[in-house]
C-alpha cells in the first residue's frame, strides 16, 4: 500500500516548515521510544538517528535559504 503525502511546489519558508514539522514528529516519535526503552543500544541507535535528522535539517536549511525559486516537494510512504 502507497500514501502519497506532498505533492506539489512550495516556497522557501513553506517548504522549511512543512519539512521541520515533519521531521519533529519524527524526532518527537524517536524520543518517546528512548523515554520507554530499557535497553542501551536502542537508545544510542535512536539518539543516532535524531542527530542525523538533526544535521539533515540544517542541510535542508542551508540550500532552501540560498533558492530564489519554488521546491517541488513529493513524499509517498509505502508500507509492505
Known amino acids: 500500500m ?9 516556497s522557501a519558508t513553506e517548504t522549511l ?5 515533519m521531521v ?4 518527537k516519535f524517536l ?3 528512548i523515554h520507554i526503552s530499557h535497553n542501551e543500544e536502542d537508545i ?5 538517528k535524531i542527530i542525523r535528522l538533526q544535521n539533515k535539517l540544517a542541510d535542508l536549511r542551508n ?3 540560498s533558492k530564489v525559486d519554488n521546491s517541488h516537494i513529493f513524499t509517498e510512504i509505502e508500507i509492505d
Request: glycine content about 4%.
Open 63 to 65: 540550500l532552501v535559504s
Open 31 to 33: 524520543e518517546n521510544k
Open 24 to 27: 519533529q514528529v519524527k524526532i
Open 44 to 48: 544510542k541507535t535512536k539518539e543516532s
Open 2 to 10: 502507497k500514501l502519497q503525502l506532498i505533492n506539489g511546489e512550495f
Open 17 to 21: 516548515e512543512l519539512v521541520t514539522q
